[in-house]
């Protein structure tokens, strides 16, 4: 199975300040048609994940501007502009290309 | 407003079977591929198994093929997953979601598998 990895684990968060998670995948998520199917999810305690992000940058509808996915290859960044109460969480980056699609082990962001 | 609802968790012995159903409402659900992923207490997501639109080509993660079955009839919206020979690991938030261009946008709200004597 596809490896992803995960850092930092544990993020602790100042109000307005930024924040960046890193995954890097052991196999890169491209498709034969050149697209790169990496996505990250946001769960929130006692919700279920809600997709952020989709194909490295593509933000979904009703996601705020502050969060932005970067990355190539292997290696992929979720970046927080600046951070408010709500972003308090789990964070999840995500391969489908490759089964079984996998997840990352999770980067808990909370407040400092 | 797409919609998922699953139903069916609950608590079972060790060995026993359990069938979810998620209902799903807001989309052509024959359109799309649909998934199960689940999430054991404090861990994190693990894909279980996906279906394509038709129902006719099933996939399951390794570890569960031969005690799990999805399966889904598009003529009640709904997407299925028997669990068989089910053990204290199985323990978990049990989730379907869409699958769309190999990710998952819409997700339900989970149903709690607890397995335990």
């Known amino acids: 199975d596809v490896v992803m990895t995960q850092s930092p684990l544990s993020l602790p968060v100042t109000l307005g300040q930024p924040a960046s998670i890193s995954c890097r995948s052991s196999r890169s998520p491209v498709h034969s048609n050149g697209n790169i199917y990496l996505s990250w999810f946001q769960q929130r305690p006692g919700q279920s994940p809600r997709r952020l992000i989709y194909?490295?940058?593509r933000r979904d509808s009703g996601v705020p501007d502050r969060f932005s996915g970067s990355g190539s290859g292997t290696d992929f960044t979720l970046r927080i502009s600046r951070v408010e109460a709500e972003d308090v969480g789990v964070y999840y980056c995500m391969q489908g290309i490759h089964w079984p699609p996998t997840f990352g082990q999770g980067t808990k962001v909370e407040m400092k | 407003e797409v919609q998922l609802v699953e139903s069916g968790g609950g608590l079972v012995q060790p060995g026993g079977s359990l069938t979810l159903s998620c209902e799903v409402s807001g989309l052509t659900f024959s359109d799309h591929y649909m998934s199960w992923v689940r999430q054991a207490p404090g861990r994190g997501l693990e894909w279980v198994a996906k279906?394509?639109?038709?129902?006719?080509?099933?996939s399951y993660v390794d570890s569960l093929r031969g005690r799990f079955v999805v399966s889904r009839d598009n003529t009640k919206n709904s997407l299925y997953l028997q669990m068989d020979s089910l053990r204290v690991e199985d323990t978990a938030v049990y989730y379907c979601a869409r699958d769309f261009w190999f990710s998952c946008d819409y997700w339900g709200q989970g149903a709690l598998v607890i397995v335990s004597s």
């Open positions: 194909e490295v940058s």
């Open positions: 279906i394509t639109p038709d129902g006719s080509r099933k």
